[in-house]
C-alpha cells in the first residue's frame, strides 16, 4: 500500500544538508546516461561515473545526464560537487518524499515532479520522485529506477524531428515535464475505465470486494491530487520566471502545460466526486437488501409464531 506521508526516521537528528536516501530500498546499481547534442551532431552512451560524464559537457551543445537510481548518496554528492548544487538540493534528490516545487538558485534551477505510469504488466500505477537540474548548458534528471515516460524525447532526439534540437537546455526541461505531464493522462484514463466498470458492478451485484476497490481508488485518488496540486504551482512559477535559463519563447509552451494541469485537477475532483457518490450508492444497496432480508424474516415469523404458540398449548 502506497504511503501518503514517507517516513523520515533515518534523517532524524542530521544537520541540514545530509545525504541519506529515503525510499524504496533498492539494490541495483545506478546507471548513468549521457545525451550531448546540438542542431548537427547526437551522441548517447552510458558511462561508468560522474567524472566521464563530465567530460561530455560543452558550452557549445546540450548535454542531458540521465540518473536511474537515487539510493547512491556518494553519487548524488558527486554530482552536486561537480555542477555546483547547494547540500540542501542534493539532500532533497536522495529523500524521495519531496512535494513538487521549483527553487531559482540562479545558475540552475531545481524541479521536483511526480513521475506516474501505468504498469500495464502488474496492473498497477507506478509512482517515483522526478529531480531536474536545469542549467545553461546542461539538464539533470534524477530518477529512482530504470524505466521512465522519455523515450518519444529521446527519438526526437536522434531522428532531429521537431525543433528540439535547434533549442536549448529550457525546451529539453519544458519537453521532460510535459511528457510526465501527459502521461497523467493515460493514468487517469485507465483509471476512468476502473471506475466505470465498478459503476456497472455496482448496479447489477455488489459485492465486499466491489468495497474494497473503492477504497483502493480513493486512496490513488488521494494521491493523485497530492501530486498534480502542487505541480500547477510549479509550472506557473516556471511560466511567469524571470529566470535568464528560460526564454521567452519557452513561455508559451509551459503555458500549454499548465492548461493540462489545470484539467488534470478538474479530472481528479471529478473521480473523487464519482467515488464518494459510488461509496454511497454501495451503503444504500447494502442496507435495501438488509431491509429486504427483514421483510422475508417478518413474514416467515408472522406465519410461524402463531403456529409455534398455538402448537405449545396443545402440546402441555
Known amino acids: 500500500m502506497r504511503r501518503i506521508i514517507p517516513k523520515r526516521s533515518k534523517k532524524r537528528g542530521l544537520p541540514p544538508g545530509t545525504i541519506v536516501h529515503v525510499g524504496e530500498q533498492r539494490h541495483e546499481p545506478v546507471k548513468l546516461t549521457v545525451i550531448k547534442y546540438d542542431s548537427a551532431d547526437f551522441q548517447e552512451k552510458t ?32 554530482v552536486g560537487q561537480s555542477f555546483g548544487l547547494h547540500p540542501l538540493v542534493a539532500e532533497d534528490i536522495a529523500s524521495t518524499g519531496q512535494r513538487p516545487k521549483m527553487e531559482d538558485f540562479d545558475d540552475y534551477i531545481f524541479i521536483v515532479l511526480r513521475m506516474l505510469r501505468f504498469d500495464s504488466a502488474e496492473d498497477e500505477t507506478k509512482t517515483e520522485q522526478m529531480s531536474i537540474i536545469l542549467g545553461r548548458d546542461f539538464v539533470i534528471s534524477f530518477q529512482e529506477r530504470e524505466g521512465d515516460v522519455f523515450d518519444n524525447i529521446r527519438e526526437r532526439l536522434k531522428s532531429n524531428k521537431g525543433r528540439i534540437r535547434k533549442l536549448g537546455t529550457d525546451y529539453l526541461a519544458y519537453s521532460l515535464i510535459d511528457s510526465i505531464v501527459d502521461n497523467y493522462f493515460a493514468v487517469l484514463e485507465k483509471l476512468g475505465e476502473t471506475i466505470e466498470d465498478i459503476e456497472d458492478r455496482l448496479v447489477t451485484s455488489p459485492t465486499s470486494e466491489t468495497l474494497k476497490t473503492i477504497h483502493d481508488l480513493k486512496r490513488e485518488i488521494i494521491f493523485l491530487r497530492k501530486s498534480v496540486w502542487p505541480l500547477r504551482e510549479v509550472i506557473n512559477r516556471l511560466e511567469r520566471s524571470e529566470s535568464p535559463l528560460i526564454n521567452k519563447s519557452t513561455f508559451v509552451y509551459l503555458r500549454d502545460v499548465y492548461d493540462h ?28 437488501r438488509m431491509n429486504e432480508v427483514m421483510k422475508v424474516l417478518t413474514v416467515i415469523a408472522t406465519i410461524f409464531i402463531p403456529l409455534t404458540f398455538v402448537a405449545g398449548i396443545y402440546g402441555m
Open 261 to 288: 494541469t489545470i484539467q488534470i485537477m478538474d479530472a481528479v475532483e471529478t473521480f473523487r466526486d464519482m467515488l464518494s457518490g459510488m461509496l454511497d450508492i454501495y451503503l444504500s444497496s447494502v442496507s435495501n
Open 47 to 78: 558511462v561508468t561515473d560522474v567524472k566521464e560524464a563530465c567530460s561530455f559537457r560543452n558550452k557549445s551543445s546540450v548535454m542531458w545526464l540521465n540518473i536511474d537510481g537515487v539510493h547512491q548518496p556518494e553519487i548524488i554528492e558527486q
